[in-house]
Protein backbone atom coordinates (compact mmCIF):
# COMPACT_ATOMS: atom_id res chain seq x y z
CA UNK A 1 0.00 0.00 0.00
CA UNK A 2 1.70 3.19 -1.78
CA UNK A 3 1.01 7.00 -0.84
CA UNK A 4 -0.15 6.95 -4.45
CA UNK A 5 -2.58 3.92 -4.34
CA UNK A 6 -6.55 3.62 -4.43
CA UNK A 7 -6.22 1.68 -1.12
CA UNK A 8 -4.43 4.32 0.77
CA UNK A 9 -6.55 7.00 -0.50
CA UNK A 10 -9.95 6.07 -0.72
CA UNK A 11 -10.07 3.25 2.06
CA UNK A 12 -6.85 2.98 5.16
CA UNK A 13 -6.63 7.11 5.54
CA UNK A 14 -10.47 7.72 5.43
CA UNK A 15 -11.02 5.27 7.55
CA UNK A 16 -8.20 5.83 10.30
CA UNK A 17 -9.19 9.53 10.08
CA UNK A 18 -12.63 8.55 10.87
CA UNK A 19 -11.89 6.21 14.04
CA UNK A 20 -9.06 8.99 14.84
CA UNK A 21 -12.35 11.90 15.27
CA UNK A 22 -13.97 9.14 17.07
CA UNK A 23 -11.57 9.14 19.64
CA UNK A 24 -12.28 10.29 23.29
CA UNK A 25 -8.94 11.07 24.63
CA UNK A 26 -5.37 11.39 23.82
CA UNK A 27 -4.86 7.87 24.54
CA UNK A 28 -6.82 6.66 22.00
CA UNK A 29 -5.98 8.68 19.09
CA UNK A 30 -2.47 7.32 20.31
CA UNK A 31 -3.78 3.62 20.19
CA UNK A 32 -5.61 4.50 16.43
CA UNK A 33 -2.59 5.95 15.38
CA UNK A 34 -0.55 3.19 16.58
CA UNK A 35 -2.57 -0.15 15.10
CA UNK A 36 -2.87 1.99 11.98
CA UNK A 37 0.72 2.36 11.88
CA UNK A 38 1.32 -1.15 12.51
CA UNK A 39 -1.40 -2.40 9.50
CA UNK A 40 0.22 -0.22 7.46
CA UNK A 41 3.85 -1.74 7.42
CA UNK A 42 2.23 -5.04 7.92
CA UNK A 43 0.67 -4.77 4.24
CA UNK A 44 4.42 -3.91 2.91
CA UNK A 45 6.44 -6.50 4.56
CA UNK A 46 4.20 -8.99 6.26
CA UNK A 47 4.81 -10.32 9.62
CA UNK A 48 8.81 -11.19 9.24
CA UNK A 49 9.72 -7.83 8.79
CA UNK A 50 6.67 -6.36 10.74
CA UNK A 51 8.23 -8.22 13.80
CA UNK A 52 11.61 -6.82 13.09
CA UNK A 53 10.21 -3.27 13.33
CA UNK A 54 8.69 -4.29 16.77
CA UNK A 55 12.17 -5.45 17.96
CA UNK A 56 14.01 -2.65 17.25
CA UNK A 57 11.15 -0.61 19.01
CA UNK A 58 10.73 -2.15 21.97
CA UNK A 59 14.79 -2.67 22.35
CA UNK A 60 15.43 0.99 21.57
CA UNK A 61 12.99 1.78 24.25
CA UNK A 62 14.18 -1.04 26.97
CA UNK A 63 17.77 0.08 26.65
CA UNK A 64 16.97 3.67 26.49
CA UNK A 65 14.89 3.16 29.84
CA UNK A 66 17.15 0.43 31.78
CA UNK A 67 20.77 1.02 30.32
CA UNK A 68 20.98 4.70 29.66
CA UNK A 69 18.38 6.42 32.05
CA UNK A 70 19.47 3.93 34.46
CA UNK A 71 23.50 4.18 34.22
CA UNK A 72 23.31 7.96 33.44
CA UNK A 73 26.92 9.33 32.31
CA UNK A 74 28.35 5.95 31.18
CA UNK A 75 28.51 5.48 27.45
CA UNK A 76 27.92 1.89 27.30
CA UNK A 77 24.44 1.87 27.13
CA UNK A 78 24.16 3.98 24.53
CA UNK A 79 27.33 2.62 22.30
CA UNK A 80 25.58 -1.08 22.48
CA UNK A 81 22.22 0.56 21.67
CA UNK A 82 23.46 2.32 18.30
CA UNK A 83 26.26 -1.13 17.76
CA UNK A 84 22.96 -2.96 17.59
CA UNK A 85 20.99 -0.55 15.61
CA UNK A 86 23.99 -0.22 12.95
CA UNK A 87 24.60 -3.81 12.88
CA UNK A 88 20.80 -4.44 12.10
CA UNK A 89 20.57 -2.04 9.30
CA UNK A 90 24.23 -3.05 7.73
CA UNK A 91 23.46 -6.53 7.55
CA UNK A 92 19.87 -6.34 6.11
CA UNK A 93 21.17 -3.46 3.77
CA UNK A 94 24.88 -4.07 2.95
CA UNK A 95 25.61 -8.12 3.09
CA UNK A 96 24.41 -8.33 -0.32
CA UNK A 97 27.47 -5.96 -1.39
CA UNK A 98 30.09 -6.58 0.50
CA UNK A 99 29.81 -10.41 -0.40
CA UNK A 100 29.79 -9.83 -3.84
CA UNK A 101 32.51 -7.41 -4.16
CA UNK A 102 35.07 -9.79 -2.03
CA UNK A 103 33.75 -12.96 -4.08
CA UNK A 104 34.85 -10.55 -7.17
CA UNK A 105 38.25 -8.92 -5.60
CA UNK A 106 39.33 -12.63 -4.53
CA UNK A 107 37.96 -14.63 -6.54
CA UNK A 108 35.91 -16.66 -4.84
CA UNK A 109 31.91 -17.80 -4.89
CA UNK A 110 31.39 -17.66 -1.53
CA UNK A 111 27.18 -17.72 -2.05
CA UNK A 112 24.55 -17.15 0.63
CA UNK A 113 20.61 -16.28 0.08
CA UNK A 114 19.43 -13.12 -1.54
CA UNK A 115 18.75 -11.10 2.06
CA UNK A 116 15.90 -8.95 0.95
CA UNK A 117 15.84 -5.60 2.80
CA UNK A 118 13.15 -4.82 4.91
CA UNK A 119 11.33 -1.41 3.98
CA UNK A 120 11.85 1.71 5.84
CA UNK A 121 14.89 0.16 7.85
CA UNK A 122 16.91 3.08 7.05
CA UNK A 123 14.63 5.37 8.18
CA UNK A 124 13.24 4.01 11.67
CA UNK A 125 16.77 2.82 12.50
CA UNK A 126 18.39 6.53 12.39
CA UNK A 127 15.29 7.36 13.90
CA UNK A 128 15.72 5.30 16.80
CA UNK A 129 19.44 6.01 16.90
CA UNK A 130 18.62 10.02 17.43
CA UNK A 131 16.67 8.95 19.95
CA UNK A 132 19.59 6.93 21.92
CA UNK A 133 21.76 9.60 21.60
CA UNK A 134 19.56 12.41 22.57
CA UNK A 135 18.61 10.15 25.74
CA UNK A 136 22.60 9.93 26.30
CA UNK A 137 22.71 13.92 26.14
CA UNK A 138 19.23 14.62 28.20
CA UNK A 139 18.25 16.35 25.19
CA UNK A 140 15.27 13.96 24.64
CA UNK A 141 11.45 14.53 26.03
CA UNK A 142 9.70 12.42 28.64
CA UNK A 143 7.82 10.06 27.01
CA UNK A 144 6.02 6.80 28.06
CA UNK A 145 5.85 3.71 25.63
CA UNK A 146 3.01 4.37 23.76
CA UNK A 147 4.13 7.90 23.06
CA UNK A 148 7.47 6.57 21.53
CA UNK A 149 6.19 4.01 19.80
CA UNK A 150 3.86 6.46 18.14
CA UNK A 151 6.23 8.91 17.34
CA UNK A 152 8.95 6.18 15.65
CA UNK A 153 5.50 4.37 13.71
CA UNK A 154 3.46 7.28 12.83
CA UNK A 155 2.86 6.21 9.24
CA UNK A 156 3.36 8.81 7.29
CA UNK A 157 6.80 9.73 8.13
CA UNK A 158 7.14 5.61 8.84
CA UNK A 159 8.29 4.32 5.55
CA UNK A 160 10.44 7.70 3.69
CA UNK A 161 10.83 9.99 6.70
CA UNK A 162 11.09 12.93 6.86
CA UNK A 163 13.41 11.71 9.50
CA UNK A 164 11.68 13.96 12.51
CA UNK A 165 13.28 14.85 15.62
CA UNK A 166 11.57 13.57 19.15
CA UNK A 167 11.94 17.25 20.44
CA UNK A 168 9.33 18.66 17.67
CA UNK A 169 6.91 15.02 17.32
CA UNK A 170 6.32 14.57 21.12
CA UNK A 171 5.43 17.66 22.38
CA UNK A 172 2.69 17.86 19.43
CA UNK A 173 1.60 14.44 20.96
CA UNK A 174 1.06 15.10 24.26
CA UNK A 175 -1.65 17.63 22.90
CA UNK A 176 -2.91 15.27 20.30
CA UNK A 177 -6.62 15.40 20.91
CA UNK A 178 -7.70 18.80 20.62
CA UNK A 179 -10.57 20.21 19.00
CA UNK A 180 -10.52 19.40 15.10
CA UNK A 181 -8.83 22.15 13.49
CA UNK A 182 -10.39 22.09 9.73
CA UNK A 183 -8.05 24.81 8.47
CA UNK A 184 -5.20 21.82 8.74
CA UNK A 185 -7.38 19.60 7.20
CA UNK A 186 -8.05 21.68 4.42
CA UNK A 187 -4.16 22.45 3.86
CA UNK A 188 -3.46 18.31 4.10
CA UNK A 189 -5.71 17.63 1.87
CA UNK A 190 -4.58 19.83 -0.60
CA UNK A 191 -1.04 19.10 -0.19
CA UNK A 192 -2.17 15.29 -0.74
CA UNK A 193 -3.12 16.57 -4.23
CA UNK A 194 -0.52 17.79 -5.31
CA UNK A 195 1.75 15.08 -4.16
CA UNK A 196 -0.48 12.42 -5.70
CA UNK A 197 -0.47 15.09 -9.05
CA UNK A 198 3.14 15.57 -8.91
CA UNK A 199 4.06 11.33 -8.70
CA UNK A 200 1.22 10.28 -10.73
CA UNK A 201 1.22 12.49 -13.87
CA UNK A 202 4.47 13.98 -13.98
CA UNK A 203 7.31 11.23 -12.18
CA UNK A 204 5.47 8.19 -13.03
CA UNK A 205 5.06 9.39 -16.83
CA UNK A 206 8.63 10.56 -17.21
CA UNK A 207 9.73 7.41 -15.44
CA UNK A 208 8.48 4.88 -18.46
CA UNK A 209 11.14 6.76 -20.60
CA UNK A 210 13.89 7.00 -18.40
CA UNK A 211 14.03 3.72 -17.62
CA UNK A 212 14.08 2.70 -20.83
CA UNK A 213 16.80 4.73 -21.89
CA UNK A 214 18.54 3.53 -18.22
CA UNK A 215 18.25 0.10 -19.24
CA UNK A 216 19.10 0.63 -22.71
CA UNK A 217 22.97 1.90 -21.88
CA UNK A 218 24.60 -0.13 -24.87
CA UNK A 219 22.58 1.75 -27.38
CA UNK A 220 23.00 5.11 -26.34
CA UNK A 221 23.63 7.94 -28.21
CA UNK A 222 23.68 12.15 -27.43
CA UNK A 223 19.86 12.40 -27.96
CA UNK A 224 19.16 9.28 -25.57
CA UNK A 225 21.78 10.46 -22.58
CA UNK A 226 20.68 14.15 -22.62
CA UNK A 227 16.79 13.11 -22.54
CA UNK A 228 17.38 10.18 -20.07
CA UNK A 229 19.71 12.80 -17.80
CA UNK A 230 17.35 16.08 -18.11
CA UNK A 231 14.32 13.14 -17.39
CA UNK A 232 15.58 11.76 -14.48
CA UNK A 233 16.82 14.64 -12.54
CA UNK A 234 13.18 15.98 -12.99
CA UNK A 235 11.72 12.34 -11.69
CA UNK A 236 13.52 12.32 -8.58
CA UNK A 237 12.11 15.88 -8.20
CA UNK A 238 8.49 15.43 -8.42
CA UNK A 239 8.77 11.75 -7.11
CA UNK A 240 10.60 13.16 -3.84
CA UNK A 241 8.92 16.47 -3.83
CA UNK A 242 5.17 14.53 -4.53
CA UNK A 243 6.15 12.05 -1.67
CA UNK A 244 7.16 14.81 1.45
CA UNK A 245 3.80 16.55 0.13
CA UNK A 246 1.54 13.47 0.87
CA UNK A 247 3.40 12.64 4.10
CA UNK A 248 2.90 16.08 5.78
CA UNK A 249 -0.81 16.38 4.34
CA UNK A 250 -1.15 12.99 5.98
CA UNK A 251 0.22 14.29 9.34
CA UNK A 252 -1.81 17.26 9.07
CA UNK A 253 -4.92 15.25 8.73
CA UNK A 254 -4.53 14.14 12.59
CA UNK A 255 -3.15 18.02 13.93
CA UNK A 256 0.41 16.72 13.52
CA UNK A 257 3.14 19.44 11.63
CA UNK A 258 5.90 17.49 10.25
CA UNK A 259 9.33 19.14 9.07
CA UNK A 260 9.52 20.49 5.84
CA UNK A 261 11.90 17.94 4.15
CA UNK A 262 12.06 19.89 0.45
CA UNK A 263 12.65 23.25 -0.72
CA UNK A 264 12.81 23.68 -4.30
CA UNK A 265 16.33 22.14 -4.77
CA UNK A 266 17.08 23.19 -7.99
CA UNK A 267 17.33 26.88 -7.14
CA UNK A 268 20.05 26.35 -4.72
CA UNK A 269 23.15 28.52 -5.62
CA UNK A 270 25.08 26.22 -4.19
CA UNK A 271 25.98 22.53 -3.42
CA UNK A 272 25.97 23.33 0.32
CA UNK A 273 22.64 25.20 -0.14
CA UNK A 274 21.42 22.02 -2.24
CA UNK A 275 21.96 19.90 0.68
CA UNK A 276 19.35 22.52 2.72
CA UNK A 277 17.01 21.73 0.41
CA UNK A 278 16.89 18.45 -0.70
CA UNK A 279 16.07 15.76 2.24
CA UNK A 280 16.71 18.45 4.95
CA UNK A 281 15.88 16.45 7.60
CA UNK A 282 18.67 13.45 6.72
CA UNK A 283 21.16 16.28 5.99
CA UNK A 284 19.69 17.42 9.30
CA UNK A 285 20.63 14.16 11.32
CA UNK A 286 24.04 13.89 9.41
CA UNK A 287 25.06 17.29 10.55
CA UNK A 288 24.21 16.63 14.34
CA UNK A 289 24.87 13.09 14.60
CA UNK A 290 27.95 12.77 12.25
CA UNK A 291 29.36 15.76 11.36
CA UNK A 292 29.38 17.25 14.59
CA UNK A 293 30.77 14.10 16.74
CA UNK A 294 33.68 13.79 14.36
CA UNK A 295 34.62 17.52 15.13
CA UNK A 296 32.85 19.74 12.59
CA UNK A 297 34.63 22.69 12.03
CA UNK A 298 36.28 22.79 15.57
CA UNK A 299 39.24 21.18 14.58
CA UNK A 300 41.16 23.21 11.75
CA UNK A 301 40.42 23.68 8.56
CA UNK A 302 41.51 20.24 6.84
CA UNK A 303 39.97 18.48 9.29
CA UNK A 304 36.40 20.02 8.86
CA UNK A 305 37.12 19.24 4.99
CA UNK A 306 37.85 15.80 5.67
CA UNK A 307 34.21 16.11 8.24
CA UNK A 308 32.56 17.46 5.28
CA UNK A 309 33.60 14.87 2.69
CA UNK A 310 33.06 11.99 5.37
CA UNK A 311 29.45 13.11 5.88
CA UNK A 312 28.48 12.86 2.47
CA UNK A 313 30.19 9.57 1.92
CA UNK A 314 27.75 8.09 4.53
CA UNK A 315 24.67 9.68 2.81
CA UNK A 316 25.88 7.94 -0.13
CA UNK A 317 26.39 4.77 1.26
CA UNK A 318 23.15 5.60 3.50
CA UNK A 319 21.01 5.35 -0.14
CA UNK A 320 22.09 2.21 -1.14
CA UNK A 321 24.57 -0.72 -0.60
CA UNK A 322 26.56 -0.02 -4.46
CA UNK A 323 29.90 1.72 -5.63
CA UNK A 324 27.42 3.41 -7.39
CA UNK A 325 25.93 5.01 -4.66
CA UNK A 326 29.09 5.83 -2.80
CA UNK A 327 30.49 7.26 -5.89
CA UNK A 328 27.85 9.54 -5.66
CA UNK A 329 27.99 10.47 -2.09
CA UNK A 330 31.92 11.07 -2.82
CA UNK A 331 30.94 13.36 -5.70
CA UNK A 332 29.00 15.32 -3.32
CA UNK A 333 31.47 15.61 -0.64
CA UNK A 334 33.62 16.53 -3.09
CA UNK A 335 31.69 19.39 -4.76
CA UNK A 336 31.41 20.43 -1.12
CA UNK A 337 34.75 20.65 -0.30
CA UNK A 338 35.42 22.60 -3.20
CA UNK A 339 32.76 24.73 -2.64
CA UNK A 340 34.09 25.47 1.08
CA UNK A 341 37.73 25.96 -0.40
CA UNK A 342 35.94 28.55 -3.08
CA UNK A 343 34.11 30.43 -0.57
CA UNK A 344 36.84 30.92 1.84
CA UNK A 345 39.57 31.93 -0.82
CA UNK A 346 40.67 35.92 -0.39
CA UNK A 347 40.23 35.96 -4.15
CA UNK A 348 37.41 34.88 -6.21
CA UNK A 349 34.53 35.90 -8.21
CA UNK A 350 31.69 37.09 -7.33
CA UNK A 351 29.18 34.67 -9.57
CA UNK A 352 25.50 36.22 -10.98
CA UNK A 353 22.80 34.76 -8.88
CA UNK A 354 20.92 32.81 -11.94
CA UNK A 355 24.70 31.39 -13.09
CA UNK A 356 25.26 30.14 -9.66
CA UNK A 357 21.94 28.18 -10.02
CA UNK A 358 22.79 26.60 -13.28
CA UNK A 359 26.00 25.61 -12.15
CA UNK A 360 24.83 24.06 -9.22
CA UNK A 361 21.96 22.57 -11.25
CA UNK A 362 24.49 20.86 -13.88
CA UNK A 363 26.35 19.43 -11.24
CA UNK A 364 23.80 18.09 -9.42
CA UNK A 365 22.42 16.61 -13.04
CA UNK A 366 25.54 14.93 -13.60
CA UNK A 367 25.90 13.34 -10.39
CA UNK A 368 22.35 12.13 -10.61
CA UNK A 369 23.65 9.62 -13.51
CA UNK A 370 25.61 7.44 -11.00
CA UNK A 371 23.01 7.58 -8.08
CA UNK A 372 20.28 6.42 -10.81
CA UNK A 373 22.95 3.47 -13.24
CA UNK A 374 22.67 0.22 -12.51
CA UNK A 375 26.27 0.12 -13.06
CA UNK A 376 29.28 1.59 -13.53
CA UNK A 377 28.95 0.26 -16.83
CA UNK A 378 25.80 2.35 -17.53
CA UNK A 379 26.88 5.16 -15.76
CA UNK A 380 30.11 6.04 -17.92
CA UNK A 381 28.11 5.20 -21.05
CA UNK A 382 25.50 7.65 -20.04
CA UNK A 383 28.22 10.22 -19.27
CA UNK A 384 30.34 10.32 -21.94
CA UNK A 385 27.94 10.28 -24.63
CA UNK A 386 26.55 13.37 -23.00
CA UNK A 387 29.18 15.10 -25.01
CA UNK A 388 30.22 12.42 -27.67
CA UNK A 389 28.76 14.03 -30.14
CA UNK A 390 27.16 11.00 -31.64
CA UNK A 391 24.04 12.48 -33.12
CA UNK A 392 22.74 10.06 -36.20
CA UNK A 393 21.85 11.89 -39.50
CA UNK A 394 18.37 12.12 -40.88
CA UNK A 395 15.55 12.40 -39.02
CA UNK A 396 14.61 9.34 -38.04
CA UNK A 397 13.82 9.69 -34.53
CA UNK A 398 13.08 6.19 -33.75
CA UNK A 399 16.97 5.06 -34.38
CA UNK A 400 17.99 8.40 -32.41
CA UNK A 401 15.62 7.67 -29.23
CA UNK A 402 14.35 4.55 -29.43
CA UNK A 403 10.77 5.97 -29.80
CA UNK A 404 8.84 7.59 -33.10
CA UNK A 405 8.33 11.11 -32.93
CA UNK A 406 4.15 10.27 -32.28
CA UNK A 407 5.61 8.65 -28.91
CA UNK A 408 7.86 11.23 -27.88
CA UNK A 409 6.43 14.71 -28.52
CA UNK A 410 4.47 14.36 -25.11
CA UNK A 411 7.36 13.45 -23.57
CA UNK A 412 9.32 16.53 -24.49
CA UNK A 413 6.04 18.65 -23.79
CA UNK A 414 6.21 16.59 -20.17
CA UNK A 415 9.70 17.41 -19.35
CA UNK A 416 9.24 20.92 -20.58
CA UNK A 417 6.38 21.52 -18.48
CA UNK A 418 8.17 20.00 -15.27
CA UNK A 419 11.24 22.41 -15.56
CA UNK A 420 8.79 25.45 -16.23
CA UNK A 421 7.19 24.26 -12.71
CA UNK A 422 9.92 23.75 -10.56
CA UNK A 423 11.64 27.48 -11.22
CA UNK A 424 8.66 29.18 -12.01
CA UNK A 425 5.35 27.91 -9.67
CA UNK A 426 5.52 28.72 -5.99
CA UNK A 427 5.11 25.60 -3.82
CA UNK A 428 2.00 24.23 -2.21
CA UNK A 429 2.85 25.40 0.96
CA UNK A 430 2.85 28.75 -0.15
CA UNK A 431 0.12 29.15 -2.36
CA UNK A 432 -2.27 27.62 0.50
CA UNK A 433 -0.95 30.02 2.55
CA UNK A 434 -1.55 32.32 0.40
CA UNK A 435 -4.66 31.67 -0.61
CA UNK A 436 -6.48 29.99 2.17
CA UNK A 437 -7.86 33.02 3.78
CA UNK A 438 -9.43 34.17 0.63
CA UNK A 439 -10.36 31.19 -1.01
CA UNK A 440 -11.28 27.92 0.83
CA UNK A 441 -13.87 26.99 -1.19
CA UNK A 442 -11.87 26.86 -4.46
CA UNK A 443 -8.89 25.19 -2.48
CA UNK A 444 -11.14 22.47 -1.38
CA UNK A 445 -11.90 22.09 -4.63
CA UNK A 446 -8.86 22.22 -6.13
CA UNK A 447 -7.67 19.78 -3.43
CA UNK A 448 -10.55 16.58 -4.33
CA UNK A 449 -9.82 16.93 -7.77
CA UNK A 450 -6.69 17.19 -7.70
CA UNK A 451 -7.22 14.00 -5.85
CA UNK A 452 -9.94 12.64 -7.98
CA UNK A 453 -7.95 12.85 -11.28
CA UNK A 454 -5.10 11.87 -9.81
CA UNK A 455 -6.79 8.22 -8.91
CA UNK A 456 -8.06 7.74 -12.46
CA UNK A 457 -4.74 7.49 -13.66
CA UNK A 458 -3.72 5.43 -10.77
CA UNK A 459 -6.50 3.02 -11.17
CA UNK A 460 -6.11 2.81 -15.33
CA UNK A 461 -2.63 2.74 -14.80
CA UNK A 462 -0.21 0.39 -12.91
CA UNK A 463 1.97 2.75 -10.80
CA UNK A 464 5.07 2.86 -8.98
CA UNK A 465 6.64 3.04 -5.77
CA UNK A 466 8.46 6.28 -4.52
CA UNK A 467 11.98 6.67 -5.51
CA UNK A 468 12.91 6.59 -1.38
CA UNK A 469 11.07 3.40 -1.02
CA UNK A 470 14.20 1.48 -1.79
CA UNK A 471 16.44 2.90 0.97
Not at 281 to 294: A, N, Q, S
Amino acid sequence: MVFTSYQYLLIFLPIVAFLFFLSKNKRQCLYTIILASLVFYYTWGGYTYLSLLLFSLFFNFFITKYGIKKFRGSKLPVAFGVIVNIGLLGYFKYTNFFIDNFNLVFGLSIEIGRIVLPLAISFYTFQQIAWLIDNYKNEAPECDFVEYACAVLFFPHLIAGPIVQYHDLVPQLNTIKKPVDYKLILNGLFLIGVGCFKKAYIADYISFYVDFWYNDYLALNTYKAWLAVLGYASQIYFDFSGYCDIAIGSALLFGITLPANFNDPYKATSIQEFWRRWHITLGYFLTKYVYIPLGGNRKGNRRTLINIFLMLCISGLWHGAGLTFVIWGALHGAAMVIHRLYSKAERKIVLNKYLSIFITFVAVLLFWIVFRANNLECAWSMFTNLFSGNLPTGVNWEAKTGFDMHDLRPFIYMLVFSYLVIYFTPKAQDLFDKYSEKFPVILAVAAIGLIWISLYKIISNSYTTFIYFNF
